[in-house]
């Protein structure tokens, strides 16, 4: 397995672009599987090995799929669909698969989908899937190890206990094509659902309300083909806003939309960082030392949980006393571990960490336990004195593109080592 070699401690400047949302680009993929006729282009894809084994999963039930990684086009033509299983080899890589679930339920009247595989963080379940798509109709049972659905759905009232990204986008795909109107309540108010509500209205869907707790579907007959881009990977940008803060680097982000990371930005703010925004552009100067900061994460629009290695990476070496409450997945506290072998004073009780920030890492070995805490992890080599190795970076190729070779172009001196 490749490994990052890194040493420190650095300091990022420059100009770094994002590419398209990993988290947007994925479920839109596989909405494309709800166009019966024609071909549906999608840009700004990035060339991610999570977008790879979806490819392969949409070839697999019959669409014809072709990806140009270079200019990150990708064309789906899924009039010729064939198949409703979605198979195990492919879905235990990662969880985002489970979204060829509404399509093919939407479009064939049955899906048979293997229980999806990804990062471990604790309990992800797919049950808000299963009652939401038991809700409009369909008959669903689990039979060694896979998800069956049967039916044609009706619109109806849907609701959700705790706000769902993919339990939102999967129910959006079911529901455009359904006979009735659908309303969700306590839907995902995530940027990503956003983009594919745009996509599905692109296409001729009646999706009213992304981006709020509840939307409204009005189905349509079919969905046509469209050209649609992608929007900027928020989590990305956020990533390389803390590097510059954890370094006292500064570095302009482009390619993305500010207002999804307002409050990354304003606890960066509070920790002594100067930030300007722009249309599509962000640009962070960390202080000298960085301040100590309570964060909590939260459903959107609360503090993204896929940025809290990051930050609390930060705070490892901030001055004072900082307090990180961790309330999406009840596990996402492994890196924990690894930042105490960079020298990090971090004590967990209860799903709250509380970081007493040292004035310096030290290098030390490390291993990345998934994709974000990769990141953070390789943030806290940056900013440490001496040699690092970062282990398992494979996590990180699932989100980042080429993520050593931008980081040295910021000034980072990283290299990836071939196992």
Same mark, same amino acid.
């Given at each position: 397995?490749?490994?990052?070699?890194?040493?420190?401690?650095?300091?990022?400047?420059?100009?770094?672009?994002?590419?398209?949302?990993?988290?947007?680009?994925?479920?839109?993929? %596989?909405?494309?599987?709800?166009?019966?006729?024609?071909? /549906?282009?999608?840009?700004?894809?990035?060339?991610?090995?999570? +977008?790879?084994?979806? =490819?392969?999963?949409?070839?697999?039930?019959? $669409?014809?799929?072709?990806?140009?990684?270079?200019?990150?086009?990708?064309?789906?033509?899924?009039?010729?669909?064939?198949?409703?299983?979605?198979?195990?080899?492919?879905?235990?890589?990662?969880?985002?698969?489970?979204?060829?679930?509404?399509?093919?339920?939407?479009?064939?009247?049955?899906?048979?989908?293997?229980?999806?595989?990804?990062?471990?963080?604790?309990? =992800?379940?797919?049950?808000?899937?299963?009652?939401? &798509?038991?809700?409009l109709g369909a008959t669903i049972k689990q039979d060694a190890g896979f998800v069956i659905a049967r039916g044609k759905l009706k619109g109806t009232s849907i609701y959700f206990d705790k706000p769902s990204h993919t339990g939102t986008e999967n129910l959006l795909f079911g529901a455009v094509l359904a006979e009735g109107k659908t309303i969700i309540t306590n839907a995902a108010c995530d940027p990503e659902v956003v983009d594919v509500a745009n996509f599905l209205n692109a296409a001729g869907a009646?999706?009213?309300?992304?981006?709020?707790?509840?939307?409204? +579907?009005?189905?349509?007959?079919?969905?046509?083909?469209?050209?649609?881009?992608?929007?900027?990977?928020?989590?990305?940008?956020?990533?390389?806003?803390?590097?510059?803060?954890?370094?006292?680097?500064?570095?302009?982000?482009?390619?993305?939309?500010?207002?999804?990371? /307002?409050?990354?930005?304003?606890?960066?703010?509070?920790?002594? %960082?100067?930030?300007?925004?722009?249309?599509?552009?962000?640009?962070?100067?960390?202080?000298?030392?960085?301040?100590?900061?309570?964060?909590?994460? &939260?459903?959107?629009?609360?503090?993204? /949980?896929?940025?809290?290695?990051?930050?609390? $990476?930060?705070? %490892?070496?901030?001055?004072?006393?900082?307090?990180?409450?961790?309330?999406?997945?009840?596990?996402? &506290?492994?890196?924990?571990?690894? &930042?105490? =072998?960079?020298?990090?004073?971090?004590?967990?009780?209860?799903?709250?960490?509380?970081?007493?920030?040292?004035?310096?890492?030290?290098?030390?070995?490390?291993?990345?336990?998934?994709?974000?805490?990769?990141?953070?992890?390789?943030?806290? %080599?940056?900013?440490?004195?001496?040699?690092?190795?970062?282990?398992?970076?494979?996590?990180?190729?699932?989100?980042?593109?080429?993520?050593?070779?931008?980081?040295?172009?910021?000034?980072?001196?990283?290299?990836?080592?071939?196992?």
């Amino acid at each position: 397995m490749d490994k990052f070699d890194i040493q420190g401690p650095n300091v990022l400047k420059g100009r770094v672009r994002v590419d398209g949302s990993k988290n947007a680009a994925l479920p839109i993929i %596989c909405g494309a599987l709800l166009v019966d006729k024609g071909e /549906t282009v999608i840009r700004n894809v990035p060339p991610l090995r999570d +977008i790879y084994t979806l =490819r392969e999963m949409l070839r697999s039930v019959g $669409a014809a799929v072709e990806y140009d990684d270079k200019k990150q086009v990708m064309t789906i033509n899924a009039e010729a669909l064939d198949k409703t299983e979605a198979p195990y080899e492919l879905m235990k890589q990662m969880r985002g698969s489970f979204l060829v679930l509404g399509p093919l339920l939407a479009r064939m009247g049955e899906a048979r989908i293997s229980l999806p595989g990804g990062c471990s963080l604790g309990a =992800r379940p797919v049950d808000y899937h299963i009652k939401a &798509f038991a809700g409009l109709g369909a008959t669903i049972k689990q039979d060694a190890g896979f998800v069956i659905a049967r039916g044609k759905l009706k619109g109806t009232s849907i609701y959700f206990d705790k706000p769902s990204h993919t339990g939102t986008e999967n129910l959006l795909f079911g529901a455009v094509l359904a006979e009735g109107k659908t309303i969700i309540t306590n839907a995902a108010c995530d940027p990503e659902v956003v983009d594919v509500a745009n996509f599905l209205n692109a296409a001729g869907a009646k999706v009213h309300g992304a981006g709020t707790p509840n939307i409204t +579907i009005e189905p349509v007959k079919r969905l046509k083909a469209v050209d649609y881009k992608v929007a900027g990977d928020r989590m990305v940008a956020g990533t390389y806003m803390i590097g510059a803060a954890m370094t006292g680097g500064k570095i302009e982000i482009v390619g993305v939309n500010p207002q999804e990371l /307002t409050m990354p930005i304003h606890k960066l703010q509070e920790m002594g %960082c100067k930030i300007d925004t722009a249309a599509k552009s962000i640009t962070v100067k960390g202080p000298k030392r960085l301040k100590a900061v309570n964060m909590t994460t &939260f459903p959107y629009p609360g503090f993204p /949980t896929d940025l809290q290695a990051c930050l609390m $990476a930060a705070t %490892c070496i901030a001055e004072g006393t900082s307090h990180v409450q961790e309330t999406v997945y009840v596990d996402r &506290f492994s890196h924990t571990m690894e &930042f105490r =072998r960079l020298g990090a004073d971090i004590s967990v009780s209860a799903g709250e960490a509380v970081i007493n920030g040292v004035e310096q890492l030290q290098g030390a070995e490390v291993m990345a336990p998934d994709i974000r805490a990769g990141a953070g992890l390789v943030l806290a %080599c940056l900013a440490a004195s001496g040699q690092s190795g970062v282990q398992r970076v494979y996590h990180l190729d699932r989100a980042y593109h080429r993520f050593e070779e931008r980081l040295s172009s910021l000034g980072a001196d990283i290299k990836r080592v071939k196992a």
